[in-house]
T-cell receptor, first 111, second 112 residues
Framework: GIQVEQSPPDLILQEGANSTLRCNFS?????LQWFHQNPWGQLINLFY???GTKQNGRLSATTVATERYSLLYISSSQTTDSGVYFC?????????????FGKGTKLSVIP | GAGVSQSPSNKVTEKGKDVELRCDPI?????LYWYRQSLGQGLEFLIY????????KSGLPSDRFSAERTGGSVSTLTIQRTQQEDSAVYLC??????????FGSGTRLTVV
């Protein structure tokens, strides 16, 4: 099956700093999503981005499908950004619908 | 409803007992998924329902696990004869015509 690797596994930031999280995947995809899991366990969908670039406030994401990677940018980080960020993909093969998740990047933003 | 609702939010059970976990998806969403998140791990696919089609059960880890979806809406995940390795957070998600998934808050299952 498709492999999803995220880096770094852990990241500690001072409040106000910027960061880039990376997601590499091993095969072609037709669906890529970034999720934020807050400290209470809730998974929030941040972006649906199988290709191109999107921005939402301090967050933006870019996927280069031909090179099989996606980046999530967090600018001017806040303590509320803490949690685990997951990248998840759906392989573009016929009949595929299952989201395969990476192991996540655990972000801690300290005041 | 406005979101995906899961119950109970927490469940502690004795080894060997059966448990039922419930998921109420967003109204009108035809697709429903169950995932499991073990401590420090990513999310593992368990089962997928789409409308009235036969579910994809390929992710269920053993025959002690089963799930059903009644009337194309509410789903129940049942774990029989629970084992300690079943301890995890069980997450349900639903999706409609759009590509995004909406997850519930999960059920934290602890088998003692």
């Amino acid at each position: 099956g498709i492999q999803v690797e995220q880096s770094p596994p852990d990241l500690i930031l001072q409040e106000g700093a910027n960061s880039t999280l990376r997601c590499n995947f091993s095969d072609s995809v037709n669906n890529l999503q970034w999720f934020h899991q807050n400290p209470w366990g809730q998974l929030i969908n941040l972006f649906y981005i199988p290709s191109g670039t999107k921005q939402n406030g301090r967050l933006s994401a870019t996927t280069v499908a031909t090179e099989r990677y996606s980046l999530l940018y967090i600018s001017s980080s806040q303590t509320t950004d803490s949690g685990v960020y997951f990248c998840a993909v759906i392989y573009s093969g016929a009949g595929s619908y299952q989201l395969t998740f990476g192991k996540g990047t655990k972000l801690s933003v300290i005041p | 409803g406005a979101g995906v609702s899961q119950s109970p939010s927490n469940k502690v059970t004795e080894k060997g007992k059966d448990v039922e976990l419930r998921c109420d998806p967003i109204s009108g969403h035809t697709a429903l998924y169950w995932y499991r998140q073990s401590l420090g791990q990513g999310l593992e696919f368990l089962i997928y329902f789409q409308g009235n089609s036969a579910p994809d059960k390929s992710g269920l880890p053993s025959d002690r696990f089963s799930a059903e979806r009644t009337g194309g809406s509410v789903s129940t995940l049942t774990i029989q004869r629970t084992q300690q390795e079943d301890s995890a957070v069980y997450l349900c998600a639903s999706s409609g015509t759009g590509p995004g998934y909406t997850f519930g808050s999960g059920t934290r299952l602890t088998v003692v």
